[in-house]
């Protein structure tokens, strides 16, 4: 029986195992800042794009506040790819539902328009705007202990999009 370091030129060799890194994707990441989301999107979900060799951009990346919209709109352009969080930002007044805030609608909007490979998840209990219903919607619970969970289905939904191999 060979040995490990016998074996290892064999490996070395095999298609099955890659060669390098694959090229870096863009992706845009859309969301409502404050505590909650921010803590679920820069520390758990860009780490964890980070470390599946994707270039990630947030609003949080734009270099002056005077000219957002306009650097997130110049984001969303360069980068072919779009992550959203529908999040529970604001309760309807007399009703106990909840809306996303309105610049992540118009984000998605905009991702879709051109053309983009566009990946939404709704928090549980969020009604779900009207541009994004004819788009499939992946709900989640916006609690750290479910985090993983949000995180394997983001890898199935990047699979589905050919965005990993």
Known sequence: MASAEERLPQLRGSSTLPEGRPEKKTIFISYTDNKKNSYL???VVRRFLDELNFDVRTFKDARSSEILKAEIDRFIAECPSFLAFLTKDY???GSEKWHPSGNIPAEIERALSLGHKVII???EGVTIPSNTKSHYCRPFANKPEK??????DLIKALKNENLLP
Request: charged letters at 45%; proline letters at 0%.
């Open 91 to 93: 309760e309807e007044k």
């Open 41 to 43: 999107v820069e520390d």
């Open 121 to 123: 998840y709704h928090e």
């Open 147 to 152: 985090y993983a969970e949000l995180l394997i």
